[in-house]
């Protein structure tokens, strides 16, 4: 599904016709508004009187009405009518010759603008905007895609590499006149944080099922991942419970100490009338791999991914679950942003109660063998994010980060390959500082909530991405924990209560009680799966050698190619250590597989 949305003026019309999509949808005036290709089960549209307002995704169509789109007054009031859908969808409305689009809040369903013919035009995806008109890369952007871990840090990541198109920010919708000029609206902050265990479970169970039975009433039959961690497995209980006729896939995990196949196994046994597939670990789908190939061009028009050493993984599973009969694939992206422990929540604990969040402090402090004054000092730091993002971007070409020395910031704090050239370097450097100057507000004023909200953009972008490679093939990769609802109810259990005590995921964990066994409930860990990445490397060490031949990413003088052989070849004896080679092989592999202008001459990063 692909689509284009077309401001009210006379001019869109010539440009809806060099898209040559198969549907098309009017304003009022009879002008062209969304362009594309779509099913019709994706789509709802409802009128009244001059008014148009479209659906497009999964969200209930009982839920709009004509006799609401009446009572409208301005697009802005559309917000209550946003607030209220559940599921993942883009909204559109057309009213009084002004156009509103807006995605989902984290990107799942994102919304990109370019200028074609002076006027603002915007899409759910990029291709679609590149066949309107022709851009070249941004070198500096792909320089970002080096950093590790996760690539360029919010606000930069959800911004593709390619110069002249722009995403809409976090939380905001895009107004679109009838002179096809353009602004941007925040519609969307967080709820406040006030809810209990109990209260926040309540909310989280309640989300999740309607989230679940959107997913159903769209798919009867769906297949998910059973990792055996408490996400997936959540969602395959949540599933059954909802009346899918459910196919699961686990991948049996290559070290004997991750217990998720025991989990998996559990997990199963209590859900009897689904079927179930289990993956050998040690397959070459399954590994370390090459990233974007050249039997699938123009993949990732946004721009490489770290997640493309597993793009084979997800073709394959796509196609087993396809030809079993899914269209739709649940996995558990977001769960550990919303359940789980962020960096920063250490940070906000003491704050928020400062006695019993200083008794959990120092049991993480132990956990970690964080000294009491490294702890302590970065308690007490209060900087605001844009001086903390300043100071992530004097950082960037630092050793890694000490792992007994805790990191409260706002900002992960990413490292550049110390293969990258000081030209690339300074350009990312200048980057973030240029970033941190234009966007001093964070996502949120909590900074463990910040860094969650962030955290669950870059998996919206991986969603997003995954189904742009996927199309054509049948299937959608779908994550409900990603939805604006779901991400409400969680976020807005106060931060003591979602880390009750050091147990572990414990807001999911009551949220899904009575729903998921309690025997499942009991588990406390996660898998460890940096076995499956050392093993791919070894496995495709050659192919990865010939990627440091005649590289892509040298001739923009991003990279030195001998300093990244040598790493390939050395890599070092933690996984943390594969991160920057997985980095850059998505963007090698992606430089030589994106026809893009000007790639391929010798150039240096602004």
Not at 274 to 280: E, N, V
Not at 511 to 534: M, N, Q, W, Y
């Amino acid at each position: 599904m692909t689509f284009v949305v077309l401001p009210d003026t006379a001019a869109a019309a010539a440009v809806s016709t060099r898209l040559a999509a198969a549907n098309r949808i009017d304003h009022a005036s009879g002008r062209p508004w969304i362009v594309g290709d779509w099913h019709p089960k994706d789509v709802t549209v409802v009128e009244a009187g001059s008014r148009k307002l479209a659906v497009i995704g999964s969200t209930p169509t009982g839920r709009v009405d004509a006799d609401a789109l009446g009572r409208v007054g301005s697009l802005h009031e559309l917000d209550a009518i946003a607030a209220r859908l559940p599921g993942s969808f883009h909204l559109l409305a057309s009213i009084d010759g002004k156009t509103r689009i807006q995605g989902s809040v984290v990107g799942v369903r994102q919304v990109f603008t370019a200028t074609v013919d002076d006027m603002t035009v915007a899409a759910d995806g990029v291709e679609s905007l590149l066949r309107l008109k022709p851009m070249p890369l941004d070198e500096t952007l792909l320089a970002a895609r080096l950093l590790v871990p996760g690539g360029a840090p919010w606000p930069l990541a959800p911004q593709p590499v390619i110069k002249g198109v722009e995403a809409v920010g976090t939380g905001h919708w895009l107004q679109l006149d009838n002179s096809g000029r353009s602004r941007t609206y925040r519609w969307w902050n967080l709820p406040e944080a006030t809810l209990s265990l109990e209260q926040g479970a309540a909310a989280v169970r309640e989300a999740l099922q309607e989230s679940l039975a959107v997913r159903t009433g769209q798919a009867k039959t769906l297949s998910a991942d059973l990792s055996g961690g408490m996400d997936s497995t959540s969602l395959c209980f949540l599933a059954d419970e909802a009346g899918a006729d459910l196919i699961t896939y686990h991948v049996r995990p290559l070290d004997f100490a991750n217990e998720d196949t025991r989990w998996a196994k559990r997990a199963a046994d209590h859900l009897p009338a689904a079927d179930h597939h289990t993956l050998a670990a040690d397959r070459t789908e399954n590994l370390f791999d090459v990233g974007y190939t050249p039997d699938q061009p123009d993949a990732a028009p946004e721009g490489p991914s770290t997640w493309a050493s597993g793009l084979a993984h997800i073709h394959d599973l796509a196609a087993r679950a396809s030809g079993a009969g899914s269209s739709l694939h649940l996995t558990g992206f977001g769960g550990d942003e919303l359940f789980g422990r962020m960096p920063a929540g250490a940070w906000a604990l003491a704050r928020a109660h400062p006695i019993s969040g200083l008794r959990l402090v120092n049991r993480y402090r132990l956990a970690n063998r964080w000294s009491w004054r490294a702890t302590v000092s970065a308690l007490t730091d209060r900087s605001t994010f844009a001086e903390n993002l300043v100071r992530v971007a004097n950082s960037i070409d630092a050793p890694p980060p000490r792992l007994d020395e805790p990191d409260f910031g706002w900002v992960f704090a990413p490292r550049m390959p110390h293969w990258a050239t000081p030209d690339a370097v300074s350009a990312v450097r200048r980057l973030l500082i240029e970033a941190a100057a234009s966007t001093p507000v964070p996502l949120d004023l909590d900074r463990s909530r910040h860094q969650a909200l962030a955290s669950l953009v870059f998996e919206g972008a991986t969603v997003r991405q995954v189904n742009t490679a996927l199309a054509g093939t049948g299937i959608v990769w779908d994550a409900p924990f990603l939805d604006d609802r779901v991400i409400e109810a969680a976020l807005a259990t106060r931060v003591d209560q979602r880390l009750a005590s050091g147990r572990f995921k414990p807001l999911l964990v009551e949220a899904v009680r009575g729903i998921v066994p309690d025997d499942i409930l009991s588990r406390t860990d996660k898998g460890e799966f940096s076995a499956e990445a050392f093993r791919g490397l070894e496995r495709n060490r050659a192919r990865l050698l010939e990627l440091s031949e005649d590289s892509q990413l040298a001739r923009l003088g991003l990279i030195d190619p001998a300093a990244f052989r040598s790493a390939v070849l050395n890599p070092g004896p933690m996984s943390h250590h594969l991160q920057p080679i997985e980095s850059t092989v998505a963007c090698e592999s992606w430089l030589r597989t994106h026809s893009r202008p000007n790639i391929t001459e010798t150039s240096t990063p602004r």
